[in-house]
């Protein structure tokens, strides 16, 4: 799965000179949380609501509601925004931009195709591609459990539930407890929940949750 594939389209921008007060009003308006800075063209920073947020004046102030708007009527969004921007490209593979968003903590990768921002890549668009790959819309018996490391492992797994009924409806492993074992997690449907376990009751080392 690319980028391309997933991103949010058409991007709703900003240009640098737009004052803080406007530039809330539409994230509020659209729904959104972040906004890359485009001028002539070109992307020149992103802007967040957090970034515009703490740019505005405390609740608690003295000011009075005159003085409040005027001050954000002069403070614009090109004062506020980041400038350095990681971008992605469409044709990049969705889990690197996973891994720039969580080794950066950035919410939001502005999608670029030969200079022109094309779309965003979002943590919400993340979560939703999770829900799919996990299956969280579907019914079906959940099954985590650990697995040694080695050759064939997972065809003798996926060989047992289909060879007792069952359809696979997600799949995913990770790292295990140690470097000799894996943990998967999957959903099937079809089947049982003693019907599954009894399936592979043989295969797997360990059962962390059957539901």
């Known amino acids: 799965m690319l980028v391309g594939e997933r991103m949010s389209r058409p991007v709703i921008t900003l240009p640098p ?3 803080i007060h406007d530039a809330l009003v539409l994230f509020k308006k659209e729904h959104i ?19 515009l947020h703490n740019a505005s004046p405390s609740p608690v102030t003295s000011l009075s509601v005159w003085e409040l708007n005027y001050l954000l009527s002069k403070v614009t969004v090109n004062e506020v925004m980041t400038r350095k921007v990681r971008t992605v490209s469409e044709d990049t593979p969705i889990e690197e931009a996973a891994r720039i968003m969580a080794d950066y903590k950035i919410g939001g990768l502005p999608v670029v195709d030969n200079s022109k921002v094309v ?8 979560f939703k591609i999770f829900l799919e790959f996990m299956g969280a819309r579907e ?6 459990a650990l697995i040694d490391d080695k050759p ?13 009924g069952g359809n696979f409806i997600a799949f995913g492993q990770y790292s295990g407890l140690d470097p000799s074992t894996r943990l998967l997690t999957f959903k099937v449907a079809g089947l049982k929940k003693e019907e599954v376990k009894k399936s592979i009751q043989g295969i797997v080392k360990k059962f962390f949750d059957i539901r």
Do not use: C, F, W, Y
């Open 33 to 51: 949380r972040r906004a890359p800075v485009i001028k002539n063209g070109k992307l020149v920073g992103i802007v967040s609501a957090s970034d």
């Open 17 to 19: 000179d737009t004052p």
């Open 152 to 164: 064939g492992q997972l065809a003798k797994i996926t060989k047992a539930i289909s060879g007792a």
């Open 119 to 126: 779309g965003i890549i979002t943590e919400t668009d993340l």
């Open 139 to 144: 019914k079906g018996v959940r099954v985590t």
